[in-house]
């Protein structure tokens, strides 16, 4: 029995033994691995300490800015006013946009061309001209510096015996001079027959070198005359204080009629086809863009290798201009800023000027500012410039003309006295409405005080060109 109990012990013993090292070869790893967890997790957290945290990784956007051309001190257009409300951006867009406008690049491509230039369509006929009203009519003569009752009379093309009896202005007896007449006063004219319209006057100021001479021949005026407007100055000119005020005849209310010369200088424009807008004006391409033709007497080309657009919207530009030089006979220089790149895209800094839309056109200037360092929109001939805007919005090939809000009210007040109407300049400009509000052809969009933005339709056959409202 004693022995009996001795080999169970033993047995209960053996067995314990083999458990025991089972185990601890387990326990090892497993205390193996934890240390090396604890000191990998001590280095990582040296690491973070060591090492400062860096700024939150953020995918690039596409920003854009557009800053559309202002005039240099040469006078000259520049980069550097913004179209900053002008398009809100392309963030809806599905997939890889640029993927998709290079496919459809390729694809307008492949395409065959048009050997033909493109046909200018016929000009939309304005309204016969009012017939000149002979009716005799009242008017009241604002006297300039200098003129004599014999310029008023033959002026107005009556009398002048009844020019003085009209205003109880008697005539000098033998050996007396005649009283000049006051400037700033008024005659009456009781009856006048299609009377010219008011002078206006503009102030310039003498710059080094300039003479009476000089600036009666730049300004195309008299110099006896030129003199006569500013006897106070004497015969005396200061560079930078000299002041001279200078008059010159109103412009005609009626614009000139449509004929056959229009028609004959229309049928001269020639355009290359093929040139196609693809995507939005801030995000698209230009395929096969065409660049604006070299026509001094139309335009001057600020930058040729940033003058591509499309075959639709270099057409508009040329047709829009020929018609303005041929209603009002303006012969001075009209700019072209820029448009668009040869192939479309991303035009720095403008924000739009990518699908060959959007032309910069600087604004003509008063008669006395051109040739100025630097302009303003003080400068600006308002009747000139609503008159090359009207010039493109008859033709129904505009979306929009941008222009600064605060400057619309001097736009609208100059298309009342050419004689645009109260209801046609509630569809065309944007004032007296807020600036955002959504009328108008002619909208607000900060910047652009010296010169306009036009932004040409898509063309009826541009499928993949898309219309931003």
Known sequence: ????????????????????????????????????????????????????????????????????????????????????????????????PESELEAIERELLAQPVEVAPVVVPKPLPLPAPKPVDMTPRAVRHEVIPGET????????????????????????????????????????IRVAVNPPPPRESVEVKVAKGDTWASLAKQHGVDEAALKRWNRRFGKTLVAGKTKLTIWREGTPAEPQAVGDGLAAKLAAIKVRAGGISIGRPAHGRLVRGVELPDRPDLYSRRKPDEAYGSTHAITQLMVAITRFRHETGFSRTISIGGISKARGGRFRPHKSHQSGRDIDIRMPLLASSEGKKSTTSGDVDWKLTWRLMHAFIVSGEVEYIFLDHGLQKKLYKAAREVGATKEELAGWIQWPNKAKTNKGVVRHVKGHRVHFHVRIRCAPQEKHCVTVR
């Open 149 to 188: 009752l014999e310029e008023v009379a033959a002026r107005y093309g009556v009398e002048l015996k009844k020019l003085m009896l009209w205003n109880n202005i008697k005539p000098a007896k033998p050996g007396e001079k005649v009283k000049p007449l006051r400037a700033g006063t008024h005659l009456r």
């Open 1 to 96: 029995m004693h022995r009996l109990t001795r080999a169970i012990g033993l047995w209960c013993v053996l067995v314990l033994a083999v458990g025991v090292l089972g185990w601890a070869p387990e326990a090892a790893a497993k205390s193996a691995q934890s240390g090396k967890k604890k000191k990998s997790t001590k280095k990582s957290a040296k690491k973070k300490k060591g090492k400062k945290a860096g700024p939150a990784k953020v995918k690039p956007t596409s920003r854009e800015v557009d800053s559309a051309w202002g005039v240099t001190d040469a006078g000259e257009l520049e980069e550097g006013e913004g179209d900053e409300d002008e398009e809100s951006g392309d963030t809806d867009a599905v997939g890889d």
